[in-house]
């Protein structure tokens, strides 16, 4: 979906979690695990990936629907971008497409139906983008 709504073409890596493996209870529990993740991660890396910039989402917020999935997209200071945050768009009774996804643990890992999604994003300045992708059914 993103590359219909315009999205564009990041550099990007996606190595987290081999490289952060002790951040991770089950990789830290089962080291055996670090070989076939590093792989897939190495598939996702091979793969383009496509933002659409947070200063054009506001644009596109009306093609969004209900439960498309968003990636909140982050630039690290080595230039590279990665998918930081995934939620859900849910778009209310008044129109507005607002993001419902997992708070950070010291709010209790709650769900919340924060702000419309393209204030959001502003919140962060390390956010640059969304990535959606749609359920196909």
């Known amino acids: ?3 219909q709504l315009g999205g564009r073409s990041v550099p990007h890596s996606a190595r987290e979690m081999s490289v952060g493996w002790q951040h ?3 990789l830290a529990a089962n ?3 670090l070989g076939p993740l590093a792989r897939m991660e190495a598939n996702v890396s091979s793969r383009p990936l496509y933002e659409i910039p ?3 989402v506001a644009k596109i917020e009306p093609k969004l ?3 498309d999935v968003i990636g909140v997209i982050s630039r690290e200071r080595n230039g590279l971008h990665s998918t930081a945050h995934v939620g859900l768009a849910l778009r209310a009774s ?11 643990p010291s709010n209790y890992g709650k769900v919340v139906v924060d702000d419309e999604l393209s204030k959001y994003l502003y919140r962060y300045g390390s956010d640059s983008g ?3 992708a749609r359920p196909l059914r």
């Open 54 to 56: 947070k200063s054009q």
């Open 31 to 33: 080291r055996s695990l």
């Open 94 to 104: 008044d129109g507005v497409l607002h993001f419902m996804h997992a708070s950070s």
């Open 65 to 67: 629907r209900s439960g």
């Open 130 to 132: 969304i990535l959606v």
């Open 1 to 3: 979906m993103t590359r």
């Open 24 to 26: 991770y209870r089950y």
